[in-house]
Nanobody, 118 residues
Framework: VQLQAFGGGLVQAGGPLRLSCVTFGRTFSNNYMGWFRQVPGKEREFVARITWNGGSTYYADSVKGRFTISRDNAKNTLYLQMNSLKPEDTAVYYC????????????WGRGTLVTVSS
């Protein structure tokens, strides 16, 4: 499966940003999907997860109440609406298929850089 994240950029603290992730080559609608992020020099961390039909979501404590994950199975696209952004949200964001819990499949596509200025 190929995954390509889009929508990153430079935003001021407190502002919003919406990320998208398009998948190619595999049945998107059958899979739990998630967002992850990585700061250079640190391990990639879980951000949010959504079930195959969008009926249930789960978030890391650090983004709960500020980020919203959603999906459009007809468009094979995953979204992450990020509000009230903080400088500590600065990272490269990736989408991935969830294998179990908050564990990704390990197949990482292209990420998108989000930079939040203070």
């Amino acid at each position: 499966v190929q995954l390509q994240a889009f929508g990153g950029g430079l935003v001021q603290a407190g502002g919003p940003l919406r990320l998208s992730c398009v998948t190619f080559g595999r049945t998107f609608s059958n899979n739990y999907m998630g967002w992850f992020r990585q700061v250079p020099g640190k391990e990639r961390e879980f951000v949010a997860r959504i079930t195959w039909n969008g009926g249930s979501t789960y978030y890391a404590d650090s983004v709960k109440g500020r980020f919203t994950i959603s999906r459009d199975n007809a468009k094979n696209t995953l979204y992450l609406q990020m509000n009230s952004l903080k400088p500590e949200d600065t990272a490269v964001y990736y989408c991935a298929r969830i294998v179990t819990g908050t564990i990704a499949s390990g197949s990482w596509g292209r990420g998108t850089l989000v930079t939040v200025s203070s």
